[in-house]
């Protein structure tokens, strides 16, 4: 990378059992929809194509609730079923897809992956200030981490064919909304060029 270029990193958001595989807690809303768009597959190949670190988020729910609050629908639902959660339970690991070699992987209890833990400074440490965005949902956990990130002083794209949500119509409408609250979406080879530019 050149002196003076900018820092890139990949937040991999919610690429885990409970939530893209049909046996996870939200299997029966994101299963069908996320394996329908080959999503994963994408988002896998752009993981191992970046040439950038990768961050991993997974929601988990500690014994204690950790830094969870329930003041959502989507809060109050998982700590209701929050042993499905736990840190070691079988639904919170990453999917097989993506959980080759050993992934750097950063837990917590919000919707942002970028809340409720020391993901940013540890990026800031690094010197990254741009993030490009993968995961499920785009309208939930994508969409809140890439404005929270935006909020926080990074410029973040978000990578439109690595993500995916319930229905098309949602997540068409988020990504509408996060090409005007973020830097700008990006398709996979089109953050690969940018990437590759840089190096």
Known sequence: ?????????????????????P???????????VARSGVVERAA??????????FFTRFTVPEGE??????TA???AVGDAQEAFRPD?????????MAGGTPTVVDNQKLSGLAGNDLAARL??????????????????????????????FTVHVISDCVTAADDATHTASLANLELATAGCLTAR??????????
């Open 23 to 33: 046996e996870g807690f939200f299997g029966p809303m994101l299963a069908e929809p």
């Open 124 to 153: 800031a440490e690094q010197g990254v200030d741009t993030l490009f965005v993968t995961g499920v949902a785009t309208n939930l956990t994508v969409e809140q981490t890439a404005r929270h990130g935006t909020d926080l002083g």
């Open 66 to 71: 950790g830094g969870l609050v329930r003041n």
């Open 190 to 199: 089109e953050a690969l060029a940018r990437l590759h530019a840089r190096s």
């Open 45 to 54: 190949r752009f993981h191992g194509a970046a040439g950038v670190p990768v």
């Open 74 to 76: 989507f809060m109050r």
């Open 89 to 97: 339970a079988p639904g919170a690991l990453l999917i097989p897809e």
């Open 1 to 21: 990378m050149n002196h003076g270029q900018p820092r890139a990193a990949v937040l991999a958001l919610h690429w885990q059992v409970n939530v893209v595989k």
